[in-house]
Each structure stands twice: as structure tokens, then as C-alpha cells.
């Protein structure tokens, strides 16, 4: 079995070029490959086009690639936490293709698996399947690309025709992901939210680049366990259990008053 190990993450990202589509893994800011992402950062890589459910924020994520104008397209379901994009997307310095969510996810399990395309409910009668949707807008506002017509077709459904769109499978040059642990071999683990997108990233992409906060040798990590097997992973990189996280959000509830106050 080959050993996909590698010595660091600019090593790993290294051959990524100016143009390249990635597949990126995270949702929110959570299992974002955040190591990866300052790699390619750090060696100067632009004119990407990124597949991911969302940007980051502002400073963290793929924001800093967009705070850094590194991205030319991004192909995303979500696009409200980050106002560098909205900046960007509005003056026309960014293109966007809006995706459903669940779409999105399908999209990309169906580019790892072989599947040129799919018919999905979601999406008919609206911009979506009808065309329209801004991709690029002009600096004065007005719409450079919009969203071309999908084909929909009808299919027969517990007795009755329903109508279908049309969907094209997403397959990228190169997928980041990030992993709780994962193998020499590739086979990989997810914890709790960052299993969301990382997986299909993964599958999606020609060449798939993981970072795990601990790497085991071949044969720790019991079968039943793995959620995504190593024939999808091609490097692989280990950043410590330390690596740094991010909290989107944080709520916290107000003390309770208590008894007799």
C-alpha cells in the first residue's frame, strides 16, 4: 500500500496552480482546512475556482484567499457571513453560483462517484431551473453572466408526473479537507459537523489533499469506523490535535436568577 504521508502543507499544496478548481471542505467554520488554505495562501496561488458550501468569514477560512483576491468563482449554497464577498460579488470582482444546499452535497457525491448528472425536485420554478440567477455583475451593477435554463422533465411518482431539474455532477482539479484522524493510508475520520461536506469535497476532487489532527498507522483505525475510505485521499498531513478552531456564533445562555432573589 502506498504511504501518502507528506511532510508539511506547503509541500502538499505545492503544485497547485493559478486557475486550479478545489473542492474545499468545511461547514461554517467547522473541519475547515485551515492549514492547507494558508499554504496555498502563502505561495501566491490565484484565479481559483472554489467549490465549498461557504466562504468563511472575513478573517478566517477561504476568507482570508478572497480577503487576499485570490479566488475569481465561488460555487457555494451559503454566502451571508462574509461582507468582503458581498463587496466583491457586487462590484463585480467575483463570480458566484448559487447552489442549494442539499443540491450542492449531491452535486459533489455524484462527481466522486461516476455520475455525469441527477434530476432533482429542488430548484423547479424557480430561478434555479429558469435562468437568471446573477453570476457577475458589472462594476456599474448591471448583470455581465446569469444563470442559464436547466432542462426539466417530467417524471411519474406514486401515480402522478412531478416535475425534475436537471443537474450537472461537480468534479474539481484538487479537493482540502480536514479530518480528526486519518491513516498513512488515507482512510479517514470526521467529528460531528465536519463530517458535513468534507467527505464529498473529498470525493470530488481529482486530487484529494487531507490534513488530520492525528495521524495513526495503517490498521488503529477499526473499519466500521471509517467514513471515508483512503481510495479518495492522495496526501495526507498531520497538524496536531492543538490546530486552531474557530466558533461561528457564540451564545450563551443567561445565568439563571436564583431561587428567592
Known amino acids: 500500500m502506498i504511504d501518502k504521508q507528506w511532510g508539511s502543507a506547503a509541500e502538499a499544496v505545492a503544485d497547485i496552480p493559478d486557475g486550479a478548481s478545489l473542492a474545499v471542505g468545511g461547514f461554517g ?7 492547507l488554505i494558508e499554504a496555498l495562501l502563502a505561495q501566491g496561488t490565484t484565479q481559483l475556482s472554489i467549490v465549498s458550501n461557504n ?12 480577503a487576499a483576491q485570490r479566488i475569481r468563482k465561488m460555487t457555494s449554497s451559503y454566502v451571508g457571513e462574509n461582507k468582503e464577498f458581498e463587496r466583491q460579488f457586487l462590484s463585480g470582482e467575483l463570480e458566484l453560483e448559487l447552489t442549494p444546499q442539499g443540491t450542492l452535497a449531491e452535486k459533489l457525491r455524484a462527481g466522486g462517484s461516476g455520475i455525469a448528472a441527477f434530476y432533482t425536485q429542488t430548484g423547479v420554478g424557480t430561478q434555479v431551473a429558469e435562468g437568471g440567477l446573477p453570476r457577475r455583475y458589472n462594476s456599474d451593477g448591471t448583470i455581465a453572466v446569469a444563470s442559464p435554463p436547466k432542462d426539466v422533465r417530467s417524471f411519474g411518482e406514486a401515480g402522478s408526473e412531478r416535475e425534475y ?6 468534479t474539481t482539479d ?9 491513516d498513512r493510508h488515507g482512510n479517514l475520520v470526521f467529528n460531528k459537523a465536519a463530517r458535513n461536506f468534507n467527505p464529498l469535497a473529498a470525493m470530488a476532487g481529482r ?3 487531507a490534513q488530520v489532527e492525528r495521524l495513526v498507522e495503517p490498521g488503529e ?9 483512503g481510495v479518495f485521499v492522495h496526501r495526507i498531513i498531520e497538524v496536531g490535535e492543538d490546530a486552531p478552531k474557530r466558533i461561528e456564533r457564540r451564545t450563551v445562555s ?3 436568577a436564583k431561587e428567592g432573589a
Open 29 to 35: 467554520l467547522a473541519g475547515n482546512p485551515i492549514a
Open 55 to 66: 466562504c468563511g468569514v472575513d478573517d478566517w477560512g477561504l476568507g482570508i484567499l478572497l
Open 165 to 170: 431539474v436537471l443537474e450537472e455532477a461537480i
Open 174 to 182: 484538487y479537493a482540502l479537507v480536514h479530518a480528526a484522524v486519518g
Open 207 to 209: 486530487v484529494c489533499i
Open 221 to 229: 483505525i477499526d473499519p466500521d469506523r471509517v467514513h471515508l475510505p
Open 254 to 256: 443567561a445565568p439563571a
